[in-house]
């Protein structure tokens, strides 16, 4: 199941591990979603980590601690089928 997901000549950016995912109907569309606009929030940090307040990051693990979870379990479940 895992072999064969990217095609080599993809071009590959911050969130097309997750598109990959979603369009090989591992990941939900509401899951690609939230891990497509996280993937994008890692971006914003690394790029303008000087915007970025300990608040934000608290709020949004709060929010979407659970998503990260069921990713996890999402990834373990295809690697161990």
Same mark, same amino acid.
């Given at each position: 199941?895992?072999?064969? $997901? $990217? !095609? *080599? ?11 990959? $995912?979603?369009?090989? +109907?591992? /990941?939900?569309? +509401? $899951? ?10 890692? !971006?914003?940090? &690394? ?6 307040? *300990?608040?934000? &990051?608290? !709020?949004? /693990?709060?929010?979407?601690? +659970? +998503?990260? /979870?069921?990713?996890? !379990?999402?990834? &373990?479940? /295809?690697?161990?089928?």
């Amino acid at each position: 199941m895992v072999k064969g $997901l $990217l !095609n *080599p000549s993809t071009e590959f950016n911050a969130t097309t591990g997750f598109r990959v $995912l979603y369009e090989k +109907d591992i /990941l939900t569309k +509401d $899951l690609f979603e939230t891990m497509e606009k996280i993937s994008k929030f890692r !971006n914003i940090i &690394v790029h303008h980590y000087d915007r970025i307040t *300990p608040e934000i &990051v608290v !709020n949004i /693990l709060r929010k979407d601690l +659970d +998503d990260f /979870l069921v990713f996890k !379990n999402t990834i &373990v479940t /295809l690697l161990t089928q």
